[in-house]
Each structure stands twice: as structure tokens, then as C-alpha cells.
């Protein structure tokens, strides 16, 4: 059996914002920021090995310990442990049905056009990291990623709590001198 490979996700700054391990074509785990946990969705372990943004790094296993550790707050399994979520992990019914469309990517309107709000974030914390942004990053950075991104047809149909905090977010970044 051979080795993963892991995938630091690299926001604008340059900083890691997520992890990807690849097993296979299209076949891998993520940090699931929403759920707080590993996940195995294949569509969208296959949007992000496409990367056409570039936004991929390779690492070893111990960098991405510590990616996991000190970025996102979490533990990386073991590689048996990741293997067996890849294995059986089942996506859900609605994952299934909406595969991500070919050449598409978690870093393009057309991905997420196609499938609806099939991301796994529904609190703005969890954003920054999709929009190459960390929390710290600078508020004008912010505003001008959040502008664009809520103008895309996704937006609509956005989780409403994630939708009133950005809104909140907006306006009062907008007020401030």
C-alpha cells in the first residue's frame, strides 16, 4: 500500500489555510471546516486535487501534523485512520448527485455554480480560509475577497448565518474610518 501524499492549502498571504490528502485520482481527506472533522467527499476531494488556482503545496506527514496542529486546530489521523475514512467515508445522497463538474475547482465560479452551496462553511471564520484569507489578515484584504465572492451566483444561496455575518462584517468595515 502505497504512501499519502498531503497538500498544504495556501492562502493569498502565503500561510497554509487547509489540508488535502491524496490516496489517489480524486481520491483523498480534508479538513472539513464546517463539521470540524476529516472528511472524504469525493467532489470535493477532486475540486481541490485539481487545483488550477495553484494553491496547493506538497508536504511531508510531518509538516502536515503541524499545518493540522497549529492552522487548523485539529489532529491528522494516522495514515490507516485516513485510509479507512477514504474507504468509507460515504458521501451524502445530495453529494452524489452533484458531482464537481470537469475542470472545475473550489477556486472558481463554475464549481460552485454547479453545485449549489456545497461548501462546507457556514460561519464566517470558516470563509476566510476558502478566500485565501487567515483572521488576521487585513480588513481592506477582506473586504475586497467578501465583495467578490458575494457577487458570484452562489452567494444566493449561501447558509443565512454565514449571509448575516458577512452582511454585519460589510457594514461595519465599510463604517469605520
Excluded at 445530495?94 to 461548501?119: I, K
Aim: glycine letters at 6%.
Amino acid at each position: 500500500m502505497s504512501t499519502l501524499r498531503y497538500h498544504a492549502v495556501i492562502g493569498r498571504d502565503g500561510e497554509p489555510v487547509g489540508l488535502v490528502t491524496e490516496a489517489g485520482p480524486a481520491r483523498g481527506a480534508f479538513w472539513d471546516h464546517a463539521e470540524h472533522r476529516w472528511s472524504a467527499r469525493p467532489n470535493v476531494v477532486a475540486a481541490l486535487l485539481r487545483d488550477p488556482a495553484g494553491r496547493l503545496r506538497a508536504v511531508d506527514r510531518v509538516a502536515a501534523e503541524r499545518i493540522a496542529r497549529d492552522r487548523l486546530h485539529a489532529v491528522l489521523p494516522s495514515e490507516a485512520d485516513l485510509r479507512r475514512l477514504i474507504t468509507h467515508d460515504r458521501p451524502s445522497a445530495r453529494a452524489e448527485a452533484q458531482p464537481a463538474p470537469r475542470g472545475a475547482s473550489l477556486s472558481n465560479e463554475d464549481w460552485l455554480r454547479a453545485t449549489g452551496w456545497d461548501l462546507p462553511y457556514t460561519e464566517l471564520y470558516q470563509l476566510w480560509s476558502h478566500l485565501g484569507l487567515r483572521p488576521d489578515s487585513p480588513v481592506a484584504a477582506k473586504l475586497a475577497a467578501l465583495r467578490e465572492f458575494t457577487a458570484l451566483p452562489v452567494w444566493r444561496a449561501a447558509p443565512p448565518r454565514l449571509r448575516a455575518e458577512v452582511e454585519a462584517f460589510l457594514r461595519s468595515a465599510e463604517a469605520a474610518p
